[in-house]
C-alpha cells in the first residue's frame, strides 16, 4: 500500500517560515515526480510546486515562487518544501502527491498518489 505522509505544518507569523516533509512507503518515487499542493479555506485545491525525478527540473505557482523551494532525497524516499516569507494567504492544507511518471506537472489530475494533508496557518 503506498503512503504519502505530510509533516512539519503549523501557525506562524507573516514574515516567518516553516518546513513541510513528505514520506513516501510502499513505492519508491526515486524515478517519479512529486508534487504540493494546497486548499486554502473554502477553496479549490490549487497547484503549489512540482520536482522531477533526479531534482534537476522545478516548476513553481507565480504565487510562491520566489518564496518556496521544493526538494526532495531519493535515498530517503522522502520530499520537502521549504516556505519563507510566509503570507497569511498561504494559509491552506497543504498536500505531498506523487506521479506515476517523471514528467512534472501542475494538474491534480497528473498525480495519482496523495497524502492526508498538513494545516499551515499564516498569522497576521
Known amino acids: 500500500q503506498v503512503r504519502l505522509v505530510e509533516s512539519g505544518g503549523g501557525l506562524v507569523q507573516a514574515g516567518g517560515s516553516l518546513r513541510l516533509s513528505c514520506a513516501a512507503s510502499?513505492?519508491?518515487?526515486?524515478?517519479?515526480?512529486m508534487g504540493w499542493f494546497r486548499q486554502p479555506p473554502g477553496k479549490e485545491r490549487e497547484f503549489v510546486a512540482t520536482?522531477?525525478?533526479?531534482?534537476?527540473?522545478?516548476y513553481y505557482s507565480d504565487s510562491v515562487q520566489g518564496r518556496f523551494t521544493i526538494s526532495r532525497d531519493n535515498a530517503k524516499n522522502t520530499v520537502a518544501l521549504q516556505m519563507n516569507s510566509l503570507k497569511p494567504e498561504d494559509t491552506a492544507v497543504y498536500y505531498c502527491?506523487?506521479?506515476?511518471?517523471?514528467?512534472?506537472?501542475?494538474?491534480?489530475?497528473?498525480?495519482?498518489?496523495w497524502g492526508q494533508g498538513t494545516q499551515v496557518t499564516v498569522s497576521s
Open positions: 502527491a506523487g506521479r506515476g511518471t517523471d514528467s512534472i506537472g501542475s494538474w491534480i489530475t497528473d498525480y495519482d498518489y
Open positions: 520536482i522531477n525525478w533526479s531534482g534537476s527540473s522545478t
Open positions: 510502499g513505492r519508491t518515487f526515486s524515478d517519479s515526480a
